[in-house]
């Protein structure tokens, strides 16, 4: 089964790390992505930009309404993803507990809804 894990953590407290740590944390993920690959059980992952590059968009009664920036002021955004297969919900925790971001922050665990007639079917 898919999962979507969502990491988020605090954009103010991360900047404040040392280049030297963020590089280090970027270096175990890509590892973990590689490990995931190795066990069949990587999708797709990558970090995101900050939240102030964000926009947001709504439609409503027919009209777009976009606004710059993040919807919800949070402690914590969303900093990246890992799309992942694993063989239940215990395994996808696990696999998240094992996300350096996880040390940091949170991360969220969701399974993904299979749905039919999309490209690639």
Known sequence: ????????????????????QKRQMLDESVQLTHQLHADRKYLSASPLHQASTAAIVRVRDGKSFVTDGPFIE??????????????????????AARVP????????V???KEITGLPGD
């Not at 953590?9 to 280049?19: L, R, S, T, Y």
């Not at 949070?74 to 696999?95: K, N």
């Not at 971001?101 to 969220?108: D, F, P």
């Open 74 to 95: 949070t402690r914590e955004q969303i900093a990246g993803y890992f799309l992942i297969d694993a063989r239940d919900l215990d395994d996808a925790i696990g696999i």
């Open 1 to 20: 089964m898919k999962y979507m894990l969502l990491v988020h953590h605090d954009e103010a407290v991360f900047g404040k790390f040392p280049e030297t």
């Open 101 to 108: 971001g996880a040390r940091i922050g949170t991360v969220e």
């Open 110 to 112: 969701r399974p993904v």
